[in-house]
Nanobody, 125 residues
Framework: VQLQASGGGLVDVGGSLSLSCAAS????????MGWFRQAPGKEREFVAA????????KYADSVKGRFTISGMNAKNTAYLTMNSLKREDTAVYFC???????????????????WGQGTQVTVSS
């Protein structure tokens, strides 16, 4: 399975960005796709995840109400729409995928077998 993330960039505080992550190869209708981020000197942290089949979502508290994750099962693609961006959202964002994760595991990076390359998001004031 290969994951291709795109859409990062530079944005002002309060602005918006959208990321996308497309899976290819041995994909599955049972995929859970997640977004994680890692800022310099910090550990990788969970942002949001979605079950492509059914649409169940999970968010980190720090992004609830500002970020929206969505997905298209037929295209094995997940999207992350980020609004009201803050400087502390600056990080490299990674997408990940795995099959059959339960809700409580969707926020755990160690539960994902497949990872894409990161895409930089920089929020500047």
């Amino acid at each position: 399975v290969q994951l291709q993330a795109s859409g990062g960039g530079l944005v002002d505080v309060g602005g918006s960005l959208s990321l996308s992550c497309a899976a290819s190869g041995r994909t599955s209708s049972r995929f859970v796709m997640g977004w994680f981020r890692q800022a310099p000197g910090k550990e990788r942290e969970f942002v949001a995840a979605i079950k492509l089949n059914g649409g169940t979502t999970k968010y980190a508290d720090s992004v609830k109400g500002r970020f929206t994750i969505s997905g298209m099962n037929a295209k094995n693609t997940a999207y992350l729409t980020m609004n009201s961006l803050k400087r502390e959202d600056t990080a490299v964002y990674f997408c990940a995928a795995d099959e059959r994760l339960i809700l409580s595991s969707m926020s755990l990076p160690g539960q994902y077998d497949y990872w894409g390359q990161g895409t930089q998001v920089t929020v500047s004031s």
